[in-house]
C-alpha cells in the first residue's frame, strides 16, 4: 500500500519534470524508501532535494516513521529502460545476452530494439593480412541481460 502511494506521489511530481523519470522505487520492510531517477538531460542535486521533499511533505510522520533516499542512477549503473537507450545514443555500450556479448557505439534506440555498431580486424577473405570490417547489430532489449556504458577516462 505504502509503495502504491509512493508511486503515485512520484507521478504527480515527475509530470511537472518532463525531463526526469523514475528507474526504480522501494520499499523496504523497515519502511525505508528508496527512489532512483535519471533525467534526459542527467540529475542533479536539486532535482533530488526537491523530489525527496515533494515525497516527504505528502506522507505523514505521525502515520508512519520512514526513512527516505533520493539519488541519480550512477555513471556506472546498468541501463534498465529504454528510454535510458535514448538518453545514451552515440556513446559506447556494454551489451551482455544470453548468447553473446557486444561492445559498440549506439547508433539507434527505441522502446523495443537496440543498434550497435563497432569496427573489428579480420582476416582478409583472399591473402594474408586482415581488413578492418564494420560491424552492425540489432538488439531487442528484451534479450538483453546487463548493458553499462563505457567510461572513457
Same mark, same amino acid.
Given at each position: ?42 540529475? *542533479? ?38 528510454? +535510458?537507450?535514448?538518453? *545514451? ?9 544470453? +548468447? ?34 564494420? *560491424? ?18
Amino acid at each position: 500500500m505504502l509503495h502504491e502511494k509512493i508511486e503515485g506521489i512520484l507521478d504527480e511530481v515527475l509530470k511537472d519534470r518532463d525531463s526526469l523519470f523514475l528507474i526504480s522505487c522501494t520499499v523496504g520492510a523497515d519502511h525505508s524508501i528508496k527512489i532512483v531517477l535519471d533525467g534526459d538531460k542527467g540529475v *542533479n542535486l536539486k532535482d533530488c532535494i526537491d523530489v525527496s521533499r515533494a515525497v516527504e511533505g505528502r506522507l505523514d510522520r505521525d502515520d508512519l516513521d520512514f526513512s527516505l533516499e533520493v539519488t541519480s542512477a550512477g555513471a556506472t549503473a546498468p541501463l534498465v529502460i529504454p528510454r +535510458q537507450y535514448r538518453k *545514451n545514443l552515440g556513446r559506447k555500450l556494454s551489451i551482455k545476452t544470453p +548468447q553473446q556479448h557486444y561492445e559498440g557505439n549506439l547508433t539507434a534506440a527505441d522502446s523495443n530494439m537496440i543498434t550497435l555498431e563497432w569496427k573489428s580486424r579480420e582476416p582478409k577473405p583472399v591473402g594474408k593480412g586482415k581488413v578492418t570490417v564494420k *560491424n552492425k547489430k540489432d538488439i531487442p532489449i528484451e534479450e538483453i541481460e546487463e548493458a553499462k556504458v563505457v567510461l572513457k577516462f
